[in-house]
């Protein structure tokens, strides 16, 4: 009889997904994580609960020694939904559902992540997310800092004004107002924020696969990333 050893919560492969806002990244890696029945880690939510966080205690975005302290103590839970609901958010008791994904919390958390004690505060964390049979992780740091000996690493890029347009029709789909060149702006600011920053600025690993998803539908990234998975036997 062969006695196989259970696999410990380390060795779970890991799928990480990188990239900048737009590209894509949030809904593939949930179509991953729902086909393959692994863990979704969504690290760009950490950072936003940490924005939210920072504005309820009324803490400014200079206050790094504060702002590592709410990181550190996040009082938050994921509520899984079913199907093709996302679940919910609950931060000190609240549902933060609803305001997590707008643009200007969009904006506090892109400050936050710049402060280098907030990222250290989030990385055992975001690293208690790999848990067997396994996760995807997306974010913009998850294949160079979080998780370097990630199983497969990906990088999805896309064009300004294509992820300008999806960022549109989805804000737009839920009844935000917003005006196409503002959000140019905005995602060019946040670009420019993200792989300029000093600590875990935004870039590919090296040995990360580069898609760029200008052109392509949601369907067609999923498929070229399962393609990626199956060709390299991880399941
Ligand atoms: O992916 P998102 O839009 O939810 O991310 C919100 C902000 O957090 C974005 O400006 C980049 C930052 N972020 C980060 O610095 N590192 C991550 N791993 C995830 C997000």
């Known amino acids: 009889m062969v006695i196989r050893k259970k696999k410990q919560p380390e060795e779970a492969p890991v799928l990480a997904v990188d990239g900048p806002s737009g590209s894509g990244k949030g809904t593939v890696c949930r179509l991953l994580a729902r086909e393959l029945g692994w863990n979704l880690l969504d690290s760009g939510a950490l950072y936003r609960l940490v924005g939210i966080a920072a ?24 509520l899984p939904g079913a199907g ?23 904006a506090l958390a892109s400050e936050v992540a710049a402060v280098p004690a907030v990222r250290s505060a989030l990385l055992t964390r975001q690293r208690a997310f790999r848990i067997p049979p396994g996760l995807v992780a997306d974010g ?14 990906v990088f999805l890029t896309a ?5 300008a ?8 789909d839920k009844g935000e107002a917003v005006s196409l060149p503002r959000l140019v702006e905005d995602i060019e600011a946040r ?11 935004l870039r590919p690993a090296p040995d990360a696969v ?14 070229r990333l399962m393609a990626e998975v199956k060709e390299r036997g991880i399941v």
């Open 55 to 78: 504005r309820n205690h009324r803490v400014g975005l200079d206050n790094h020694v504060a702002l590592e302290v709410l990181a550190g103590h996040l009082d938050v839970q994921f």
């Open 84 to 106: 093709d609901d996302e679940g919910r958010v609950i931060l000190e008791g609240e549902d933060v559902g609803p305001m997590l994904r707008s643009e200007e919390v969009g």
């Open 140 to 153: 913009r740091d998850m294949g160079t800092v979080v998780f370097p000996d990630a199983t497969l690493k």
């Open 159 to 163: 064009s300004v004004g294509e992820r």
């Open 165 to 172: 347009e999806r960022r549109y029709k989805q804000l737009k």
């Open 191 to 201: 670009d420019r924020r993200d792989t300029e920053r000093a600590v875990a600025p």
């Open 210 to 223: 580069l898609v760029d998803t200008t052109g392509m539908g949601i369907t067609e990234v999923f498929l």
